[in-house]
């Protein structure tokens, strides 16, 4: 059985909200991952939260592979978020408010993209709301409407959902993103239930929902804020000089302040000093400080502060014990998270739906444990799931796809295969004139051997990064080629048969586009060798042969030719043959011929 916050209770708890404005629970922070990897999630999944095409839990972590690298995640209480490194955004489980943002009110447990959202630079998932930033600044949110999550003013919300019903309409929300009014330059959000923030890239902080009302306002008393994160009615942020400010609601002691119940005024937390990141759980907070340690105070009932009691509440600021080099927290419901710098994870609180990562749903712990996780890049929790990027340890492959074969003057056309293991997207690279840099971009380029001459070749080679920064490099040959159109009269080229008389002398006449010197066939050709007689081809007289004598190359300057004198053998009448000429780029010419 969920611990408090199920779908039942927190329906009572919305209906008491929307009248009373008394009470909430807490949040999720708005740091989720900032590093792009492949997906690994576990926990909870009756929602389908977790993405694996199941509605199940999952005790072991498991890597979500059908959507491959991700720049950023987000949790929410049900359904969980991701954004790509192109800027869209995809989401799948709970979908009662529209919080996946898909047009629709029902589930999915496979990520579907969000296809009315494009050039996305940040997200945030609530519990039954969504959001994210586009790279314009502006700020787009979808899902439940209670309180004026949308932030659209009081205009009513664009749609009607289940809510917490399995049929059925009424709930006031959008299943498609739509623009908070009057809020621009953005750089990252903040969600849960009511109280929605956005930092803008100015260090303020402005609010809506909760007790703001449907159109952002600004949070007073803060600037130069950092980092930000809300509970249901209670939030926090972090300044740039190391401070931490915190308002709202004071259950359990969030704001230090044992004389005070609330205050939508941020007051200090001087207990903290040199602090660079928050973050809340459910009326608990973590600060990160610039040394590693980890931070935390407020509700404690599963060891959620991880100071190794379960006491109700921690009032003041406690050290995280066994703990350090620790660059990211991220907090659950009651399950609180530190990456650490060599990427573990380490978890400590609830711990009934495998939140932990350790393979087991077993007791809580009031002290950190390592997940079974390495090479983490970042962590997104849910409210009993567990969302993390670890980093691509499969670089892609990449084909060159040579030889390719160019006359000189003209060009020709390099194509790249490539693949990613983790289906990702790939980027092509080349180095088409082998100096080191791979300046020209693009998985087909055009090669240009304007300025070179044949017989030659040239190395070019092509590099593929794949959306996590892994490179693999390839190379091929190009050979720059005569620029041979074909053999003259009295020679018909393929598939054409030429008929001649045995034992004559063959004028084999070609250009190379100019005179290329007398070293253009290449050693030991041309050759013949007896082949079947095509009756189906069709057949051309040669008239113009000459006598037998011994074959010679010359040019004729006038007529911008070569002509090389075949002797043929008289003891080949009846029989059919195939004259191969190879030049010295490699390129090789054939006709076939009958003889009489």
Not at 205 to 227: D, K, M, R
Not at 275 to 296: E, F, H, N, P, R
Request: aromatic share 10%; charged share 10%; glycine share 12%.
């Amino acid at each position: 059985m969920k611990y408090l916050i199920n779908r039942a209770w927190l329906g009572t708890l919305l209906i008491v909200m929307f009248f009373a404005c008394s009470m909430g629970i807490s949040a999720l922070p708005v740091h989720a991952l900032s590093t792009q990897g492949n997906v690994w999630d576990w926990g909870y999944g009756y929602y389908g939260q977790l993405g694996q095409g199941t509605y199940l839990n999952s005790a072991t972590p498991t890597q979500l592979d059908t959507i491959g690298s991700v720049s950023s995640l987000a949790g929410g209480c049900y359904h969980s978020l991701a954004l790509k490194p192109d800027g869209t955004v995809w989401a799948w489980g709970d979908n009662g408010w529209g919080e996946l943002g898909i047009g629709s009110d029902v589930n999915t447990d496979v990520p579907t993209q969000i296809s009315s959202l494009t050039d996305v630079k940040a997200i945030a998932a609530g519990c039954y709301n969504s959001m994210a930033v586009k790279a314009d600044g502006t700020v787009w949110t979808w899902g439940n409407n209670g309180l004026h999550n949308l932030g659209i003013g009081d205009a009513p919300a664009p749609d009607t959902c289940r809510g917490f019903n399995s049929s059925g309409s009424g709930a006031s929300c959008a299943k498609t993103p739509v623009q908070v009014v009057n809020l621009t330059d953005v750089k990252a959000v903040a969600t849960f239930i009511y109280m929605n923030l956005a930092l803008k890239n100015d260090g303020t902080v402005w609010a809506w929902g909760y007790e703001y009302g449907g159109t952002p306002v600004q949070v007073p008393g803060l600037a130069n804020v950092t980092s930000i994160a809300t509970g249901g009615d209670f939030a926090i942020a972090s300044e740039a000089d190391g401070t931490v400010w915190a308002w709202g609601t004071n259950a359990y002691n969030l704001l230090v302040d044992t004389t005070a119940s609330s205050s939508l005024t941020p007051v200090q937390i001087t207990e903290l000093n040199n602090v660079k990141m928050v973050s809340t759980g459910y009326w608990t907070a973590m600060a990160l400080k610039s040394d590693g340690t980890v931070w935390a105070w407020g509700r404690n009932i599963e060891g959620e502060v991880g100071n190794g009691t379960t006491s109700t509440s921690i009032t003041t600021p406690t050290q995280v014990v066994d703990l350090s080099d620790v660059k990211m927290v991220a907090n659950g419901l009651f399950t609180s998270f530190a990456l650490k710098t060599d990427g573990t994870v380490a978890a400590w609180g609830y711990n009934w739906d495998a939140e932990l990562g350790i393979g087991t749903y077993s007791a809580n712990s009031p002290t950190p444990v390592m997940a079974n996780m390495n090479n983490v890049t970042s962590i997104a929790p849910g409210s009993y799931h567990v969302l993390v990027t670890v980093q691509n340890n499969q670089p892609p492959t990449v084909s060159a796809n040579g030889p390719y074969y160019v006359p000189e003057g003209g060009s020709v056309t390099l194509t790249a295969t490539g693949s990613d293991p983790e289906n990702g997207p790939l980027t092509y690279a080349w180095d088409l004139d082998n100096n080191g840099t791979f300046e020209t971009t693009g998985q087909s380029v055009t090669f240009s051997a304007a300025n070179l001459t044949a017989p030659s070749s040239q190395i070019v080679r092509v590099q593929v990064t794949d959306d996590g920064g892994l490179t693999t490099v390839d190379q091929a040959t190009v050979y720059i080629t005569y620029n041979f159109t074909g053999f003259f009269q009295p020679i018909n080229n393929l598939p054409t048969l030429n008929a001649v008389n045995a034992g004559r002398a063959i004028p084999v006449k070609f250009s190379l586009g100019g005179d290329k010197g007398l070293n253009i066939i290449a050693e030991g050709y041309p050759v013949s060798q007896q082949i079947a007689c095509d009756s189906s081809a069709p057949t051309s007289d040669i008239e113009a042969t000459t006598t037998a004598g011994s074959s010679s190359l010359t040019y004729d300057p006038t007529a911008d030719q070569y002509i090389y004198v075949w002797s043929t053998d008289g003891t080949w009448a009846g029989t059919c043959r195939q004259l191969t000429v190879k030049l010295a780029d490699g390129t090789v010419h054939q006709a076939d011929f009958e003889f009489k």
